[in-house]
């Protein structure tokens, strides 16, 4: 199982590399869109691969809540993650706009923050979903303690789940302050406005 998630997570990058180096270097728009169809294809092949393996009775482990983990990740993440290979390829291949970060402590950075852990948000739901399935196949039952819990790779998964979730929140978006007007003002015009 460790293997089939490193050939998903090195598919993931060829397709995505493929794809817009067709795109931007070939100039092949069409070929470059079907090649980047392919991405949700290695996310779709690791599920049935798990799901085969977990229905012929395969024990639990920690490949298969890994497994779990990175489908919730590559699909939460993963359009981003294209839209931001995208933009660079552009900006170097095809003359695009340099693609820019908002600046610390505006309003749109403060906004990234939110939609960063929103995505995350999203990825545990989804790798919750799918490991509370594996559970209730292998038969369901609830742990008694966080030992127990820690005992089993898929309930482990889910503890560690819930701590990153709530973690990446108090040291992402939970941190943050309200956006600064000046701070957006200048994200925006590209200068100082105290220096008029």
């Known amino acids: 199982m460790i293997a089939a998630i490193v050939v998903a997570e090195v598919a993931f990058w060829v397709l995505l590399v493929g794809g817009l180096a067709v795109r931007y270097l070939v100039k092949a728009q069409r070929l470059s869109s079907v090649i980047l169809a392919g991405v949700p294809l290695v996310d779709l092949g690791l599920v049935i691969l798990v799901a085969v393996d977990v229905v012929r009775g395969a024990p639990p482990t920690a490949a298969h809540a890994l497994a779990s983990m990175y489908l919730g990740f590559?699909?939460?993440f993963g359009h981003s993650i294209i839209r931001r290979a995208d933009a660079w390829f552009r900006y170097r291949f095809a003359d695009g706009p340099r693609p820019s970060k908002p600046v610390k402590g505006s309003k749109e950075y403060n906004q990234s923050l939110w939609a960063e852990w929103f995505r995350l948000l999203f990825a545990a739901i989804i790798a919750a979903a799918c490991l509370l399935v594996m559970i209730a196949?292998?038969?369901?039952?609830?742990?008694s303690s966080v030992g127990q819990a820690f005992g089993h790779p898929y309930w482990a998964?889910?503890?560690i789940l819930a701590i990153v979730v709530v973690a990446w929140f108090f040291f992402g978006p939970g941190s943050t302050k309200s956006g600064d007007s000046n701070r957006d003002r200048e994200d925006r015009s590209g200068y100082d406005s105290s220096t008029r």
């Open 74 to 76: 590559t699909v939460a």
């Open 137 to 143: 196949l292998q038969g369901w039952f609830v742990p």
């Open 157 to 159: 998964a889910l503890v």
